[in-house]
């Protein structure tokens, strides 16, 4: 196949993953911005974590909180635990690399606090301990996931949202995370701050 027609290709399977996901999301990510706005109201904070592609859109998410999406207003307490590579990596020199995140959780995580985990499998070790740790601290867990859900759907209580996206392949379930990721934003802006349309 030429590039021409590969570069369609791939266009045209973001397109048709996004297609089937939106009818099937749009509940789930409705549901998991009133978790977050729910949280900002009461002072509480956005934790993120993902391996690899999932740890951009971790931190992508908390920088958009932290400093702004589309419009101005105040700065939203959110913290990527993806970037301190100093307590990434003695936490994993020391104890394992799944407990990269659920160290921090445990340090940071107060009741009321919501975690955002991102894997596409649901099967990423340190994700599942990180939501352990969340319920440990009495957060409440949006979990961004793909294929079946993997280990972190059956570790998700009742008052948890999981947004899982409809697809087998790792790249298709990231760009959709990303659109996900961008309505949590819109909507929590326009349940905060009032709609812009
Ligand atoms: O971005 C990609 C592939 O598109 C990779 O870096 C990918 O994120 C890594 O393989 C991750 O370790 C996969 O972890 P997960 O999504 O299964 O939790
Ligand atoms: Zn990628």
Redesign the pocket.
């Known amino acids: 196949m030429d590039m021409q027609s590969r570069i369609r290709q791939l266009f045209q399977a973001s397109i048709d993953t996004k297609q089937q996901a939106m009818d099937v999301l749009a509940p789930h990510i409705e549901q998991a911005s009133q978790i977050m706005v729910n949280a900002l109201l009461n002072e509480g904070k956005m934790l993120s974590c993902?391996?690899?592609?999932?740890a951009g859109d971790a931190q992508h998410f908390s920088s958009e909180l932290l400093n702004r999406f589309e419009r101005e207003r105040p700065s939203l307490p959110a913290i990527a635990l993806t970037t301190d590579s100093s307590t990434i990596t003695s936490i994993a020199n020391d104890y394992s690399y799944n407990e990269v995140f659920s160290k921090q959780i445990r340090a940071l995580g107060q009741p009321g606090d919501v975690l955002l985990a991102?894997?596409?499998?649901?099967?990423?070790a340190n994700?599942i301990q990180a939501i352990q740790a969340a319920h440990d601290r009495e957060m409440v867990v949006v979990a961004l996931t793909g294929r079946d859900g993997g280990g972190m759907a059956s570790l998700l209580l009742p008052e948890d949202v999981e947004i899982r996206v409809p697809s087998n392949v790792?790249?298709r379930i990231?760009e959709v995370h990303l659109l996900a990721i961008h309505c949590l934003c819109d909507l929590i802006d326009s349940q905060l701050f009032g709609s812009e349309e």
């Not at 993902?50 to 999932?54: E, I, V």
């Open positions: 993902g391996n690899g592609g999932s991102i894997s596409t499998s649901g099967n990423s994700i790792t790249a990231q």
